[in-house]
């Protein structure tokens, strides 16, 4: 298929205005008509200036509200959320971008085009930054389509940008825009699908679900990620009336810290050092930087389905690298955090993220995973709503207890083995149509450990939902 750039050149507006200018002259006016002493209708030009329309969008994850100043005008704009529309003369400005700890202030030039925008990004080490980002081109070929894409991942990580037609994949083409900041290229109408991989590498770190384009529409995708954890966008589609996350169509991930007895009640065990920074690779490419244990909680990677290969480093540690088959109708979690011995993903060193999430959910019910994974042989006496149930297997690494129930409060208690002493109790509110994950354990590191079974009389728990 081919593609025909599309430049977006500066837009000149002139109206002329017609104005009758009449002027009576005193001597010799004895009635109507026209003559010497009546002037004349005279066209005059006038010239309106220039004006675009512009919304400030704060593309900065993880960075909270943003207050952007422009001359006399001051949105606060909250994450990956836009301003009211104004309007204002093109030119030179400058904005300043603050968002109470971190400022930034940018010259900029507003465009002489129909619709732009100024957004709020992350550069490199934290900085708060703007940019401008042309909305509409008042030149493009009104029998295509124009899709234009800017990079606005932290630190700007380049990236190659692939709009692929149907039957087509990543694989067997060029980037549409590679190692892309910004540009567009016009196409026929039809279906497509987005993807965006590190420049030069095909890895891919986002896929949108099919996209119809049509004859005549502009879509301006904003490569914002949702988390400054994770080198990945995850797109807005822009627009002055709204803006519209594209979500990723491939299988998630999500990032929740690991919190088991042992480090949660022996803060001991943690060496000074090691809640270093980590990060986490997918087949080689970097995916997240974890800054600390819990830094980046809730954030989500996603994952292409199939073999995957998974690696965890830390400051002082060797990768940790876990083969993975990601299956295309889950959603995952991975908890990660630092031992003695350094970064794991969790359940135990070499465990894969949790079982995949059960869908479908039954439309009248929560779903619930309970997880409990000790070691040393150690089995908790669980009591659910205080009626005691059967779950034997409680070894590191299994599938847990799956069960519904209906909206409301939950409770989970563990008890000793003869049921006579509670170790700990957690208590949730579950919601209809919602996938919850309760996860509790000790997994000990030394083998004389599992002589008191250090810690499991006061157990940690996790919560997650997706």
Known sequence: MALTPIGIPARAVKITVLVLVVASTVAGCSGGGSGPGMAQSLPVPVTTPPATKVRFVNGTPDMGTVDFTMGTIHYSVAPRDGSPVFTVTPGPTTVLVSNGVAAGSRALTIPDVP???????????????????????????????LVTYFNDTPGYSPE????VPGGSSVAG???????????????????????????????????????SLAAGQQMVLLGAAASRYVLAPLPIVLGMNALQPLDDSRPSVTLLPRIDVMTAFDPGLIRPGDDAPSTITIDGDLI????????AAGARYHVTPGQRLMSNTGATSEPIVTGLTIDANASYTQRYGWIAEGPFIVGNTWLPPDPKVDYPIPSNSARVRLLLEYGCNFIALV???G??????????????????????PIKVELFSPDGMTSLGMQTISLDI??????????????????????????????????
């Open 387 to 408: 009626a005691a149930i059967t779950y034997a297997n409680q070894a590191p690494g299994n599938e847990g207890l799956v069960f519904d129930r209906a909206a409301g």
């Open 173 to 211: 083409m060029d980037p549409t825009l590679p190692n892309v900041e910004g540009g567009g290229r016009s196409f026929s109408a039809g279906t497509y699908t987005f993807a965006v991989t590190p420049a030069g590498k095909k890895t891919i770190l986002y896929q949108s679900g099919p996209v």
């Open 288 to 295: 997240a930087q974890l800054p600390s244990a819990t830094a």
């Open 115 to 145: 619709e732009a925008y100024v957004v709020s990004y992350e550069g490199l080490a934290g900085k708060l930054d703007a940019t401008t980002i042309l909305g509409t081109a008042s030149d493009a070929n009104p029998g295509a389509a």
């Open 433 to 466: 149509g919602h996938y919850y994950v309760i996860r509790s354990a000790y997994i000990p590191i030394f083998a004389d450990e599992c002589v008191t079974a250090r810690g499991l009389s006061h157990p940690g728990f996790e919560v997650s939902e997706d």
């Open 383 to 385: 009591r659910i709503d």
């Open 160 to 163: 190659d940008f692939y709009v």
